[in-house]
């Protein structure tokens, strides 16, 4: 299947790595395999630095630990991190996802992941984390 023409949105304001507000309960622990594109309030893609504890609506938000694809690298398997339970720990969880650039915007092959405290963040509000 493309992922460029068959996604899902994930556009929840309270997905945006800026989003400090409580509760932290959010998880994508039930959430089904497939393609994903953050759009809206959640922002335009993943982020791909580190996003702290307590961001995304949950505990343990999910960042891309790596670089988004070029249009001509096709698909490529990215590591996701978690932040840890501990201070300082931006990679305490990992699970492996697809990428794909679709000249424009980017689309994720998520799944499951790790821990019931996590969620997949988009990059909306970086400005207000400093």
Known sequence: M????????????DRAQGNALSPHLRSDIDLTTGWYRFQGAAGDRMPDKCVVRWRCGTKLPGWLNGT???VDAGVVTRKVCYAGNWKRSCCGWSNNIKVKNCSGYYVYELKNPPNNNSRYCGNAGAGKLH
Do not use: F, S
């Not at 493309?2 to 304001?13: F, M, P, Q, R, S």
């Open 2 to 13: 493309d992922g460029c023409a068959n996604y899902k949105v994930l556009n929840e304001t």
């Open 68 to 70: 988004h694809p070029t």
